[in-house]
């Protein structure tokens, strides 16, 4: 089975996450962390630097690593490296998302979220519960 290796940006405004919906292919409509692949010779930071000024048009600081996903999915073993995220410049301009949502820690769970970034969900929430002790 082809492994794909993506990353997701985590990122934060305040208390805030952003969200955004998938316009295209099979997974249309559902919710995901905004990523991509690592291109050959790239790091999981500079591949997540590049896919957010690709998708967003927006200049990002990836931080804290959160977890590495590994999941299955029909045609393909899904590897995604998922960071906390900061804006350094601009302001999300969706360029291949159908639409954006700011999401405080206690909204994550309005939206239909893709299978694996479920999974990130949960991580946020269980940092985020450590983190207020």
Excluded at 14 to 42: C, M, N, S, V
Excluded at 54 to 59: A, F, V
């Amino acid at each position: 089975m082809k492994t794909l290796n993506v990353v997701a940006a985590v990122i934060c405004e305040g208390d805030r996450i952003l969200a955004t919906q998938r316009g295209y292919g099979e997974h249309k409509d559902r919710w995901e962390f905004p990523g991509g692949k690592i291109e050959p010779g790239e790091t999981a930071r500079e591949a997540l630097v590049r896919e957010i000024r690709e998708e967003l048009k927006t200049e990002i600081v990836p931080g804290e690593l959160i977890t590495t996903v590994e999941t299955d999915y029909p045609s393909f073993h899904l590897s995604m490296q998922c960071f906390f995220c900061t804006i350094k410049e601009g302001y999300p301009v969706l360029m291949e998302h159908e639409a954006a949502e700011w999401l405080s820690y206690d909204e994550l769970e309005s939206v239909d979220w893709l299978p694996a970034d479920r999974i990130v969900v949960e991580e946020i929430k269980r940092i985020a519960a450590l983190r207020s002790q």
